[in-house]
C-alpha cells in the first residue's frame, strides 16, 4: 500500500505471528514483526541449560500437528519422536494427603471416590477421560454452534451430571488443574472442546508415533521462521498503542518508533493487548471480553538430581502431587529413557500464584524442594534447583494460555476476535478447531486470509 512502510506490521513473535507474516510474504506483501522480549517464540521457550534442553512451553509436537509439522521440514528443523520417552511419564505414582499412593494401589484405595466403573482411571487423567467418553460434540469445531450453548456451565455442574461427588470432582480437577482454580472457575464447553480435539489428534496419530520434539529444543522452529522472514524480526519493541486513522494504521512503541501500515495483527494473548492503548476503542463487548479473559498462572522449577532417590524408596521418580510442588516430572534422556536426567515441579493455579509472591527464584525453588523432601525422605539433599520460569509473572505472557469461564464461550468467543477494521487478532485462544501450537497456526491463516481478502 502507498505511503506506507509496511503492507502489514504484526505484533508478537509467537507461532501465531510468525507464521501469519509468513503466509503474508509468501504472496509478495511487505511485513514487519515487532516482538517486546529479547527471542523469538512466545510461549514456546527452550531453556538450554546443563547441556540440554527443558521446554517451558510448547513441550511436545502432536503427531496430528500438521501445520507445525510442516513448518518444521520447511525450514530443516529436525524432528525426533518422543513416544519411548512419554511411556515412562506415564509412571508417575500420586501423593495425596501426605502420603504417596502406588499406581497399582489407586483401583482399591480407600480415598479413591469416582464411580465404581471408573475406579481404575488416576486423577490425572479421569476428567480427561470423561470429557472425550462423555462427549456430545461431534468435532472440535462443533464448541461453537448455539446447539452446545447449553453446556457453556462450570465443568463443576457438568461433572456433577455425570454423576461424581464433590470429593471425585475435587480428585478429578481441583489437582493441579489446567484452566482456573478449580471446576468451578471453568466453561465445561471449553474442556469438552479440548476432550474433541484430543479425540481427533488421537485418530490421526499412526500406532507408531504419538508425538515429536525439535531436537535442541521446540524453539528451534519459531527462531527458523523468523530468521526466514524477509525483514525478520525487530526484538525488544514492545507495542503500547495502534491508531487507526482511514486507509493506513500506526503502530507506536515503547522506545518511540512509529511504524505505518496497512494492515496490523495483533498476535498477543489477551493479557498483553489489554495494555496495549487502541484508537478508535474496540466495541463494548469485544473491549470486555479482551479486560477480562483470565489466563492460567504456570510455574516451572527445574532440578538437578545429584543421586537415584526414587530407587531407595520404592517409588516412580515423577509424583503427582497435591502440594505446591504440584506435577514433578522426570525428564528422560531420549536415546536411553530409563536415564532420568533431571526433574521439572509443574505447578499450576494457586500454588503457582503463591510462588510468585516469594521474593525470589531461590526461596522459591526451596518452597517446591521442602515439599518434595516432605512427601519422600529419600529425596533430602538430592534435588538442585537449575532454573525456574514463571508464565504468570511474564509480563508479555500473562499466564501459559487464556481460558473461558463459565458463560465466557457464549459471550465472548463470537467476538473475542474480530475485526476491527484494519486491526487483526490470532493466538491460540483464538483458535475454533485446534489447541495448543496447532491452534495458534490456525488463527494465524484465519487472520492472513482476512487481509488478503482486502488488498
Known amino acids: 500500500m502507498s505511503g506506507t512502510d509496511f503492507d502489514v506490521v504484526v505484533i508478537g513473535a509467537g507461532l501465531a505471528g510468525l507464521h501469519a507474516a509468513a503466509t503474508l510474504e509468501a504472496v509478495g506483501l511487505r511485513v514487519l514483526v515487532l516482538e517486546a522480549q529479547q527471542r523469538v517464540g512466545g510461549r514456546i521457550h527452550s531453556m538450554r541449560q546443563l547441556g540440554g534442553t527443558a521446554e517451558a512451553g510448547g513441550t511436545y509436537i502432536g503427531a496430528g500437528y500438521a501445520r507445525v509439522i510442516a513448518a518444521a521440514q520447511r525450514h ?11 511411556e515412562f511419564f506415564r509412571e508417575q505414582d500420586l501423593a495425596l494427603d501426605g502420603a504417596i499412593i502406588r499406581q497399582r494401589e489407586w483401583a482399591s484405595h480407600p480415598a479413591n471416590d469416582f464411580p465404581e466403573r471408573d475406579k481404575q482411571h488416576l486423577p490425572w487423567n479421569y476428567h480427561r477421560v470423561l470429557t472425550m467418553r462423555e462427549n456430545p460434540l461431534e468435532g472440535p ?8 450453548a447449553a453446556l457453556d456451565v462450570s465443568a463443576h455442574e457438568w461433572f456433577r451430571s455425570k454423576g461424581l461427588s464433590e470429593r471425585a470432582i475435587a480428585l478429578a480437577y481441583g489437582l493441579n488443574v489446567s484452566f482456573g482454580r478449580d471446576a468451578h472457575d471453568v466453561s465445561a464447553l471449553l474442556l469438552l472442546f479440548r476432550g474433541a480435539f484430543s479425540k481427533q489428534q488421537r485418530a490421526l496419530s499412526s500406532s507408531e508415533s504419538l508425538g515429536f520434539t ?11 521462521m523468523a530468521a526466514a522472514l524477509a525483514n525478520g524480526v525487530e526484538l525488544e519493541h514492545p507495542v503500547t ?8 494504521a500506526v ?9 505505518t501500515a496497512g494492515h496490523v495483527i495483533a498476535a498477543v494473548p ?3 493487548l489489554r495494555r496495549i492503548a487502541i484508537e478508535p476503542g474496540l466495541p463494548p463487548l ?13 510455574t516451572q522449577v527445574y532440578f538437578a538430581t545429584r543421586s537415584r532417590f526414587w530407587e531407595q524408596d520404592g517409588y516412580a521418580a515423577s509424583l503427582f502431587t497435591d502440594t505446591r510442588a504440584g506435577m514433578l516430572a522426570a525428564a528422560r534422556n531420549r536415546d536411553d529413557p530409563t536415564e532420568v536426567t533431571s526433574f521439572t515441579a509443574w505447578i499450576t493455579g494457586d500454588n503457582a500464584a503463591a510462588l510468585d509472591r516469594l521474593p525470589s527464584t531461590a526461596e522459591a525453588g526451596r518452597a517446591v524442594i521442602a515439599a518434595i523432601e516432605t512427601l519422600r525422605p529419600a529425596a533430602k539433599g538430592q534435588l538442585e534447583l537449575i532454573g525456574m520460569h514463571s508464565w504468570g509473572a511474564d509480563a508479555y505472557a500473562g499466564g501459559a494460555w487464556a481460558y473461558f469461564r463459565p458463560g465466557e464461550v457464549t459471550r465472548f ?8 477494521g484494519r486491526l487483526h487478532f490470532c493466538g491460540e485462544h483464538l483458535a475454533t478447531t485446534s489447541r495448543g501450537m496447532e491452534g495458534a497456526m490456525e488463527s494465524a491463516e484465519e487472520a492472513a486470509a482476512a487481509i488478503l481478502e482486502n488488498v
Do not use: F, K
Open 286 to 298: 469485544q473491549a470486555e471480553a479482551i479486560a477480562r479473559l483470565p489466563s492460567q498462572p504456570l
Open 270 to 272: 489477551p493479557s498483553v
Open 241 to 248: 498503542a495502534i491508531a487507526l486513522d482511514g486507509d493506513r
Open 251 to 259: 503502530v507506536i512503541c515503547a522506545n518511540g518508533r512509529r511504524v
Open 214 to 224: 525439535a531436537r535442541h529444543g521446540v524453539q528451534r522452529i519459531p527462531e527458523a
Open 141 to 148: 469445531s462443533d464448541w461453537l454452534d448455539e446447539r452446545h
Open 76 to 86: 530443516g528443523v529436525e524432528l525426533m519422536d518422543v513416544t519411548p520417552i512419554l
Open 413 to 420: 468467543a463470537p467476538v473475542l476476535g474480530s475485526a476491527h
